[in-house]
């Protein structure tokens, strides 16, 4: 397997088309994390994801999972839930402690991609503005949340966890909600997930992807502290399914 080594010197990818079938998706190893990569790397439709003691890797899959906020399915039981719930959901307010989550949630499972430097270099992100997260507590306690990188009028999902039922969905609904309100039209979740795909998301190509985020990711994007818009959650319970 030959693959691209990126001088850290130097920020510049290799064209996507050139990423490995197998493992797929695979673009190029090097660079780093700095917040010049990292913007770089999502303007072109590039992620990192790698374990601890790898080189820091970068993907761009094909076929891409994505989410069109318009068709995100609400079932009823979660309408039902988002009804009855009495959880407590935040804007940036809890990044840290959200990427933390959703790294300790990996380590139980398979092993965390989400290393403490990538953990740093995603905080650096936030306090640019430009990374954002989702949490959702019952009194003080944690128990859901996701984060993510917005560029334009795209979302790029990058991770969630849930320590009680639900909890991960109820911040995707109330995270689509404002992304409709903002007008974004894309929400990137990069890989297939069989959890994502039952509320909506689908594959499309990674030429239709790139093709999509290029014009998207031109918009004048919404950075800085995201807040909750209490105007959007009053009737949160009367979200209805337009699945695609």
């Given at each position: 397997?030959?693959?691209?080594?990126?001088?850290?010197?130097?920020?510049?990818?290799?064209?996507?088309?050139?990423?490995?079938?197998?493992?797929?998706?695979?673009?190029?190893?090097?660079?780093?994390?700095?917040?010049?990569?990292?913007?770089?790397?999502?303007?072109?439709?590039?992620?990192?994801?790698?374990?601890?003691?790898?080189?820091?890797?970068?993907?761009?899959?094909?076929?891409?999972?994505?989410?069109?906020?318009?068709?995100?399915?609400?079932?009823k039981s979660l309408r039902k839930f988002l009804k009855k719930h009495r959880y407590i959901i935040t804007f940036?307010?809890?990044?840290?402690?959200?990427?933390?989550?959703?790294?300790?949630?990996?380590?139980?499972?398979?092993?965390?991609w989400i290393t403490e430097d990538m953990q740093a270099a995603y905080i650096e992100l936030h306090k640019a503005?430009?990374?954002?997260?989702?949490?959702?507590?019952?009194?003080?306690?944690?128990?859901?949340?996701?984060?993510?990188?917005?560029?334009?009028?795209?979302?790029?999902?990058?991770?969630?966890?849930?320590?009680?039922?639900?909890?991960?969905?109820?911040?995707?609904?109330?995270?689509?909600?404002?992304?409709?309100?903002?007008?974004?039209?894309?929400?990137?979740?990069?890989?297939?997930?069989?959890?994502?795909i039952s509320l909506g998301a689908t594959q499309i190509s990674r030429n239709e992807f790139l093709k999509k985020?290029?014009?998207?990711?031109?918009?004048?994007?919404?950075?800085?502290?995201?807040?909750?818009?209490?105007?959007?959650?009053?009737?949160?319970?009367?979200?209805?399914?337009?699945?695609?």
């Open positions: 397997m030959s693959l691209p080594w990126l001088d850290s010197n130097s920020v510049a990818f290799p064209p996507v088309e050139s990423a490995l079938s197998e493992p797929n998706g695979l673009l190029a190893a090097g660079g780093d994390l700095s917040i010049a990569w990292l913007l770089c790397a999502y303007r072109q439709g590039i992620f990192p994801w790698y374990e601890l003691g790898q080189p820091i890797l970068w993907w761009s899959p094909d076929p891409r999972l994505v989410l069109f906020p318009e068709c995100l399915r609400v079932s940036d307010n809890h990044f840290s402690e959200v990427m933390s989550q959703c790294a300790a949630a990996r380590e139980d499972s398979s092993g965390s503005g430009v990374a954002h997260s989702i949490a959702v507590h019952s009194g003080s306690e944690l128990v859901g949340g996701l984060y993510g990188v917005a560029l334009g009028k795209v979302f790029f999902g990058e991770s969630m966890f849930s320590k009680e039922p639900n909890t991960s969905k109820l911040a995707l609904v109330y995270l689509v909600r404002h992304l409709q309100h903002w007008n974004f039209e894309l929400i990137d979740c990069q890989i297939s997930s069989e959890h994502l985020i290029q014009h998207l990711v031109a918009f004048k994007g919404r950075t800085g502290f995201w807040k909750l818009d209490r105007k959007l959650i009053v009737a949160m319970d009367k979200v209805k399914s337009n699945a695609c």
